[in-house]
């Protein structure tokens, strides 16, 4: 079956960098495009950046500039990498792809932004 696993997540201080990534399984993965959402505590889960399977990329305003996606289709493998974090930045990251109807959700990292 088709899993998406992220790891990556942890605490870092304001200012700093993490890399996130989501090892994709169960898909022929250089066929789908792969988004990254995050969801922070009482809001609602919001689209942070995408790629399609040409490896074009889009952002949300809130991140453009800091957080850059990258694919590896040989590792099966989206990252996620995020510079000059901030505490709004932290949040439940989640790796997600959809193609043909179907819609595929990894469990989350949790990132946390704070010193």
Do not use: H
């Not at 169960?26 to 040409?54: D, H």
């Not at 850059?68 to 990251?93: F, G, H, W």
Request: charged share 15%; net charge positive; glycine share 10%.
């Amino acid at each position: 079956q088709v899993q998406l696993v992220e790891s990556g997540g942890g605490l870092v201080q304001p200012g700093g960098s993490l890399r996130l990534s989501c090892a994709a399984s169960g898909i022929t993965f250089r066929l789908y495009p792969m988004n990254w959402y995050r969801q922070a505590p009482g809001k609602e889960r919001e689209l942070v950046a995408t790629i399609s399977i040409g490896s074009i990329t889009n952002y949300a305003d809130s991140v453009k500039g800091r957080f850059t996606i990258s694919r590896e289709n040989a590792a099966n493998t989206v990252y996620l990498q995020m510079n000059s974090l901030k505490p709004e930045d932290t949040a439940i990251y989640y790796c997600n792809t959809r193609r043909a109807g179907a819609d595929y959700w990894g469990k989350g990292t949790l990132v946390t932004v704070a010193s």
